[in-house]
C-alpha cells in the first residue's frame, strides 16, 4: 500500500524542521513506520532529531527513520547515464551534439532528485507514512511544479517520451487521499502573507493543504502581553483565510525544540488528540478558472449564510465581508490587472467575478 505523505513547508525560520521531526515521532509511536525526509539544501533535520542523517533513511528511534537528500551526490551518482541518454534523443532529432548536452542539463536538479526519493518511498511502499521536511516556501513551490515542468518539456522538446511523463509524479503529488501539504507560520504579518501567496498557489497546483501550523504563540501575560495581542489579530487573519482548513496552534516554548523530549512537547502542543497521519481537511478550498478576459474565483465558505456581502480588491488581496464575517483572500500576480465584477453564493461557496480592466493596469 503506498505511504501517507505529509510535506511541511513555510517560510525560513518559523520552526519547520521541528513541526516535520515532530509529527514523525508521533507517527513512528502510533506504530507507524516513517521516514522523515528533508529536502531543504540548508539541512537541520539532524539536528533537530540530535541524529547524524545521511542520504539514505537512517534509524532513529522505534519505526523511525530520517534521510537528508543530498542533491549533488545524487546528480553526480545518476546524471551522466541520464544526460547521455536525453542527448542521444536530441541528437536523433537533428540537434547538435554540443547543443544537445547543454540542453540536458535543465534547471531544477535538486527538485528532481528530491522529488525522486519521494516516488521512491512511493513504489518500494517500505514506510507506512513519509513526512518530508520541505525547503522555504519558494523552492517548495519550484518543487511542487517541477512535474508540471518536466511533461511540458518532455511533450514539446521529446514528444515521442511523453509516455514518460507520469515519471513526473503529478499522480502521487495530487492524490488528496494519500498526499497532503500543511502550511507553517508564525503569528507575524508578514510572514502570515507569505502563507497565504503559497496557499493560493498550492490550490492552483492542485495540490491539498490539510492544515496550518501557526507556530511560537506568546502568553497573554506580563512581558509579552502586547505582542500576544498583536499575534492573535495574525491569529484570526490566519482562521479567516484559510477557513474551512484546519488551523493547529503551538506556544512559544521556553527550550531550544530539539531532541525527543522537546519534540513529542511540540507535537502534543499541536496536534492535541489528532492524529498526525490522518488526512484532517478533504476539498481544496479555492478554484480558479480564467477565460478570455474574465476570471472566477470559487471559494468554500462554510460559516455564510446569504445576506450582506461587500467585495473589495486590493492589489492582490480581496477582501470579502459577509455579515459580521470577513475574509481575506489572495490572488495569484497574474490577476493583477483584473477588476471584481462581482459575487454570488451557490452550493456553499462564493464565486467571486473578476475582469480585465481595459487600460491593462
Not at 89 to 104: H, K, M, N, Q, S
Request: charge should be negative; charged fraction near 25%; glycine fraction near 8%.
Amino acid at each position: 500500500m503506498a505511504p501517507r505523505t505529509i510535506l511541511y513547508t513555510g517560510k525560513g525560520g518559523v520552526g519547520k524542521t521541528s513541526v516535520a521531526a515532530a509529527s514523525a515521532r508521533r507517527c513512528a509511536a502510533a506504530g507507524l513506520r516513517t521516514v522523515v525526509l528533508s529536502t531543504d539544501p540548508a539541512h537541520s533535520l539532524s539536528d533537530s532529531l540530535e541524529c547524524g542523517l545521511g542520504s539514505e533513511p537512517t534509524p532513529v528511534a522505534a519505526n523511525l527513520f530520517g534521510q537528508e537528500v543530498q542533491a549533488q551526490e545524487e546528480m553526480e551518482r545518476h546524471w551522466e547515464s541520464v544526460q547521455a541518454w536525453l542527448g542521444s534523443l536530441l541528437e536523433e532529432r537533428g540537434v547538435d551534439r554540443i547543443a544537445a548536452e547543454e540542453l540536458t542539463v535543465p534547471p531544477g536538479m535538486d527538485e528532481l532528485f528530491s522529488l525522486l526519493q519521494i516516488k521512491r518511498h512511493h513504489d518500494e511502499a517500505e514506510f507506512d507514512c513519509v513526512i518530508v521536511d520541505c525547503a522555504p516556501t519558494g523552492e517548495t513551490l519550484r518543487l511542487l511544479s517541477f512535474p508540471d515542468v518536466v511533461t511540458w518539456w518532455l511533450e514539446r522538446v521529446l514528444p515521442s517520451q511523453r509516455r514518460f511523463a507520469p515519471w513526473a509524479l503529478n499522480g502521487i503529488l495530487r492524490d488528496g487521499s494519500r498526499t497532503t501539504v500543511r502550511l507553517v507560520t508564525n503569528a507575524d504579518r508578514m510572514v502570515v502573507k507569505e502563507a497565504m501567496r503559497t496557499f493560493t498557489y498550492l490550490n492552483l497546483y492542485g495540490y491539498l493543504t490539510d492544515a496550518v501550523v501557526v507556530n511560537r504563540m506568546l502568553p497573554a501575560e506580563g512581558y509579552f502581553l502586547a505582542w500576544s495581542e498583536t499575534q492573535r489579530e495574525q491569529l484570526e487573519l490566519v482562521r479567516s483565510a484559510f477557513d474551512p482548513v484546519p488551523v493547529l496552534t503551538a506556544p512559544y516554548l521556553e527550550r531550544e525544540v530539539v531532541g525527543p523530549e522537546m519534540l513529542d512537547r511540540l507535537a502534543g502542543e499541536v496536534f492535541g488528540e489528532l492524529e498526525p497521519a490522518a488526512v484532517l481537511h478533504r476539498e481544496i478550498g479555492q478554484r480558479l478558472v480564467t477565460d478570455n478576459g474574465r476570471a472566477t474565483l470559487r471559494v468554500e465558505v462554510p460559516f455564510a449564510e446569504k445576506g450582506d456581502l461587500s467585495l473589495k480588491k486590493i492589489g492582490l488581496e480581496v477582501i470579502v465581508r459577509v455579515g459580521s464575517q470577513k475574509r481575506t483572500l489572495m490572488l495569484p500576480p497574474a490577476l493583477a490587472a483584473y477588476a471584481a465584477s462581482g459575487a454570488r453564493f451557490e452550493d456553499g461557496a462564493l464565486e467571486i467575478s473578476f475582469e480585465k480592466r481595459a487600460d491593462g493596469g
